[in-house]
């Protein structure tokens, strides 16, 4: 009999369903970008001000699957991703505020939302402000989710509001290597290839070696169910098939296993 180490074990084991009601709807679009996945502000129905990014963007409608995987492992795991969630953009607002000569073509439906940050620094290859706020902790679950989840174009967000706390964002481009979308074959391929930050740019000494250790444990308690949650609640409208996301969640589970040992090992040269 197989066990979930076993791609096998995950055939047929995601269940998922319709889209519900009740997410939160995109009211006006305040500002727009030219990043890869056509990110824009939004004001929702909520009042909360929004990062969206919707199907139709130029990175492909995986880019909305690799961010709503990415930020609720980084939930269970307790790991400091922007607070993020799905969100419904309109098909009359797209008509209206997207027509030509705007060069944005978002297709209507669920969108994923990542919150404003109203004071963020954005950083790019390399952490700053470890001395602040706790950092020096926040920083491991970054490389643990790094690893875990084949991290990619790295970006960092600091809130200068309170004491620089760092935040990892955009996870566009993660579950695949030089911007190729992700999928079965890949999984197969990377599946227990190390993926740790680069040391020479991110050095470990200090950090806190407990924290390593207490991300570890959270690795190897990791489930099958844990994950198959996770995925089943990924909106069909965003393409990828149930296959593709066992095969994904098959990944995630063994790689888990390796990643919790190579923060032991980090652990073992941090000073704090």
């Known amino acids: 009999m197989s066990s979930a180490r076993d791609e096998s074990w995950w055939h047929g084991r995601l269940q998922r369903s319709s889209i519900g009601r009740g997410y939160p709807i995109v009211l006006t679009v305040a500002h727009t970008t030219s990043s890869g996945a056509d990110a824009f502000q939004a004001i ?18 995986v880019a909305l699957v690799n961010e709503f995987v990415v930020g609720k492992i980084a939930d269970h795991l307790g790991a400091c991703v922007r607070p993020r969630q799905i969100v419904m953009l309109p098909d009359e607002l ?40 706790s950092n020096t902790e926040r ?63 991110y050095p470990v000494d200090n950090l806190s070696a407990s924290t390593f250790h207490s991300y570890a444990e959270k690795l190897r308690d990791i489930t099958p169910a844990d994950l198959l949650a996770i995925l089943a609640a990924v909106p069909t409208e965003w393409g990828k098939s149930d296959r593709d996301l066992e095969v994904l969640g098959w990944m995630l589970y063994r790689r888990s296993r390796g990643v919790a040992q190579r923060l032991v090992d980090l652990a073992s040269r941090a000073r704090l």
């Open 44 to 61: 929702l129905s909520s009042g909360e001000v929004y990062w969206v990014k919707a199907m139709g963007n130029r990175q492909g409608d």
């Open 139 to 201: 920083e491991v679950g970054i490389y643990a989710l790094w690893d875990l989840c084949l991290g990619q174009d790295e970006q960092w967000l600091y809130d200068s509001a309170a004491d620089y706390s760092v935040w990892s964002f955009d996870h566009s481009l993660w579950f695949a290597v030089q911007g190729e979308e992700w999928d079965q074959h890949m999984c197969r391929t990377l599946v227990d290839r190390p993926w740790g930050v680069n040391e020479a740019d």
């Open 94 to 133: 797209c008509r209206e505020r997207f027509k030509p000569p705007s060069v944005l073509r978002p297709v209507s439906g669920p969108a994923h939302g990542s919150l404003h940050l109203e004071n963020a620094v954005e950083v790019e290859e390399g952490f700053e402000y470890r001395d602040r706020d």
